[in-house]
């Protein structure tokens, strides 16, 4: 099945700085991928995603960029605020029966004002 | 709308009882799927379901049951509740082949 690594495990940056994080997949039939922020004690909820047809996509000061050939992809988040602290969980589904998504380990945020 | 809503929010049980989860959804979707979050592993599938009257494995199922008798409600059963699946337990649900709209969560601990 599929297997998606998600890098780092903790993230702390300055106000104002970028945040990278990065996943790895295994499985070269997956063709969407998203990303959710869970708050501390909240529910996950999608922030951005993309699908196999597109390399790269925006949204405000989140971007998202997928390299199929090395399979992997990034979340961007430019000009970080403290309310971007939270948990991010990279996602792939290769689309099949139910589009399950296979999760990353999770990225914890911290924006140090 | 209310989304996606989960009964009970908290629950604790002892070893060897049984306990029921009910995720319910207001936005008509296809596909329903109960999750589990243990620290450091994200989110890992039990069941899922995509339709009324069907549901499969998912990753991680052994120990655990699911019924979806109807099209907006996926149940959970624990029918001998371990340590081991002291965790918190999400539904979401999605249309098709969309975004997946989580549930608030229930946190379940097992002594």
């Known amino acids: 099945g599929e297997n998606v690594e998600q890098h780092p495990s903790t993230l702390s940056v300055q106000e104002g700085d970028s945040a990278v994080i990065k996943c790895t997949y295994s499985?070269?039939?997956?063709?969407?991928f998203p990303w959710y922020k869970q708050e501390l004690g909240k529910r996950p909820q999608l922030i951005i995603d993309?699908?196999?047809?597109?390399g790269e996509k925006k949204d405000q000061r989140i971007a998202v960029t997928l390299n199929k050939t090395a399979k992997h992809f990034s979340l961007h988040i430019t000009e970080t605020q403290p309310e971007d602290s939270a948990v991010y969980f990279c996602?792939?589904?290769?689309?099949?029966?139910?589009?399950?998504?296979?999760f990353g380990g999770g990225t914890r945020v911290l924006v140090k004002p | 709308n209310a989304g996606v809503t989960q009964t009970p929010k908290f629950r604790v049980l002892k070893t060897g009882q049984s306990m029921t989860l009910l995720c319910a959804q207001d936005?008509?979707?296809?596909?329903m799927y109960w999750y589990r979050q243990d620290p450091g592993m994200g989110l890992r599938l039990i069941h899922y379901?995509?339709?009324?009257?069907?549901?499969a494995k998912g990753e991680v199922p052994d120990g655990y049951n699911v019924s979806r008798l109807k099209k907006q409600n996926f149940l959970l059963g624990l029918e001998s509740a371990a340590p081991s699946q002291t965790s918190v337990y999400f539904c979401?649900?999605?249309?098709?082949?969309?975004?997946?709209?989580f549930g608030p969560g229930t946190r379940l601990t097992v002594l």
């Open positions: 979401a649900s999605s249309y098709l082949r969309s975004e997946q709209f």
């Open positions: 499985d070269s039939a997956s063709n969407y």
């Open positions: 993309i699908r196999s047809n597109v």
């Open positions: 996602a792939a589904s290769n689309g099949a029966a139910g589009n399950k998504l296979t």
């Open positions: 936005m008509n979707h296809e596909y």
């Open positions: 379901s995509v339709g009324e009257g069907t549901t």
